[in-house]
């Protein structure tokens, strides 16, 4: 079992086994994990869906360089970070961030710090399809560069 794992799939995942995986390590004592899902609005009313694109390689190497700047950090025995691309309905899981830590205060804030930076640096594009089948890309937003700066 590699304990810092990054994954890009179109498929659904199963939260619980995640964090079963990494709740298997006897040196953890706090597992810590966060799941983004599909909610029906966004940058507008009356969304259906998402479409979300990667630049594969590039990704995935990000994430693990997020990864590495989290383990630099804080004590982690572990981190899995899975994230879907393609069309995703209402209600699905788009990503998942688990990490694993002998100590919650470390699991939580490189919980915290994964999702910041996935959310600022990883090379995602992600278009919401409304309801009437119109679509727009949605870009960058001013939170979740603030949300960033905060770890500078």
Partial sequence: MQPF???????????????????????????????????????????????????????????HAIIQQARERWQLQAATIIHRVGHLPLGEAIVLVVTASSHRKDAFAAAEFLMDFLKTEAPFWKKEIQQDGSSYWVEAKASDQSAAGRWQ
Avoid at 19 to 37: D, Y
């Fill in 5 to 63: 794992t990054v994954r890009i799939q179109h498929e659904v995942f199963d939260c619980g086994a995640e964090i079963a995986r990494l709740s298997a390590n006897p040196a953890c004592g706090a597992v810590v994990s966060f799941s983004g899902l599909v909610r029906d609005y966004g940058d507008r009313q009356d969304i259906a869906a998402l479409e979300l694109e990667h630049y594969p390689g590039m990704t995935e190497n990000t994430l």
